[in-house]
Structure formats: C-alpha cells, structure tokens
C-alpha cells in the first residue's frame, strides 16, 4: 500500500496570506489526524478527522481549520499566516474505527511551512 | 495538563550496547502507548506500541516497558546499530480520538 502522501512539500508564505495543505491517508484509512512539529514545541495536535467529522480539535486559534472529504482526503487550512506559524506540518492516518482510536498512527513527511 | 515526558532530550551509546530510553506521561486513563521514531526529513515511524492491560512487550530488537504504578514507559533497543540514530517519541491515547506525544528523545549511536 502507498504510503501517507502531504502535498506540498514545501512551501514559503507571507504574513497575512491563507494556505492550505493537502492529506492523502493510506487507502482504507478513514481517521486522520494533523500535527504541527516545532524546535520549540515539539508535536502539537490539531485535530483529527474520521468520516467527514471532526472529532477533537487541538489548543489552536481559530485560524487553523480542517476538514476532509468523503474519500477521506484530508487539507489544512491556516489563514493570516503569522511568522509563528513556519512549523512542519504533519499528517497521520489510521485504521480506527468510529467507536475506537487505539491503532498507531501512519505519517506522512510532511510539509514545510516558512512564514515570511 | 496534558502531556507525556521524556527524561532526556539526548542520548549516546556505543554500537553494539543496547539503548533505553524513558517516558513519563501524566494521564492515568491512558489505555494505549506508542513509541516512534523520526529521522531527519521524514515523519514519524511507528516502532511499537502496548496496550495498559500488559507490562511488556517485544519486537525485534526492541521492548516496551509499561509500569502504570508509576505512570512510565521505556523503550529499548538491543544492539544498537548507527541506523538506529534518530529522535524517539513515547506517545499516548487517552480516548479522546487524540495521540498526545512527548518532547522526544535524541538517540546518537557511536560507531
């Protein structure tokens, strides 16, 4: 099987622009989850998905938004991008269920925001 | 508040020694843990998890250790080759359909 696919790769912005990331699960995964990593920070939770329903949403301003499709293809959204937002982008699939969340997760590279 | 621990940002071993890294995590109700590794440019790589109705557990060449008395988790590595040189993260699920990691931990393998 494929692995977990984030587009872009990388990608540089300006204060105050939007972007959007992209997420392809493994095929068969239907929960995904995203993850900010930063030096300073390590690995915060954004929010996890599973079947079009947002099921926990990480300590993140409302600037952060997500949503996934009913392939289960996830995007990010981050709009008015502050210099605080250039972090590794991380998406993670998995094979839980809808009553269950207790299978590893599956990352993709992810994608490198720079916030200029 | 949420989180999961780790003892030391870094560690250093000699080939061949073996390697055990520590982890502390706050949460009680955790019911499932994991340990992942990242190596530089990728993201996280499951290695192994263990499930809180067990104490240990073994792959190959590592072994998870859950002591929930004491709230902590290890992670060792037998015969720790430079392939193995990476940052490892203990990582826990309390139930809320979220993974919580810890700050990770630096392993260097000495050839």
């Known amino acids: 099987k494929a692995g977990v696919t984030q587009t872009p790769r990388y990608l540089i912005k300006t204060r105050g622009q939007q972007v959007t990331l992209s997420c392809s699960p493994i095929?068969?995964?239907?929960?995904v989850s995203w993850y900010q990593q930063t030096p300073g920070q390590g690995l915060q939770f954004l929010f996890e998905?599973?079947?079009?329903?947002?099921?926990n949403k990480g300590n993140f301003p409302g600037r952060f938004s997500g949503r996934q499709f009913s392939n289960s293809r996830s995007e990010m959204n981050v709009s008015t991008l502050e210099l605080g937002d250039s972090a590794l982008y991380l998406c993670?699939?998995?094979?839980?269920?809808?009553?269950?969340?207790?299978?590893?997760?599956?990352f993709g590279n992810g994608t490198r925001l720079t916030v200029t | 508040g949420e989180s999961v621990g780790l003892h030391l940002p870094t560690l250093s071993v000699q080939e061949g020694d073996n390697s055990i890294i520590n982890c502390a995590y706050s949460?009680?109700?955790?019911?499932?843990f994991i340990w992942y590794k990242q190596e530089s440019g990728k993201g996280p790589q499951f290695i192994i998890d263990?499930?809180?109705?067990?104490d240990k557990r073994q792959g190959q060449r590592v072994t998870v250790l859950l002591n929930k008395t004491v709230k902590h988790l290890s992670l060792q590595i037998a015969a720790t080759q430079p392939g193995d040189s990476a940052v490892y993260f203990c990582?826990?699920?309390?139930?809320?359909?979220?993974?919580?990691f810890g700050a990770g931990t630096r392993l260097f393998v000495k050839a």
């Open positions: 990582a826990e699920n309390t139930g809320g359909f979220k993974t919580i």
């Open positions: 949460n009680s109700a955790s019911d499932y």
């Open positions: 993670a699939s998995s094979s839980d269920t809808a009553s269950s969340y207790n299978s590893p997760l599956h």
């Open positions: 998905y599973f079947s079009e329903t947002q099921r």
């Open positions: 095929s068969g995964h239907r929960s």
């Open positions: 263990i499930r809180s109705n067990m």
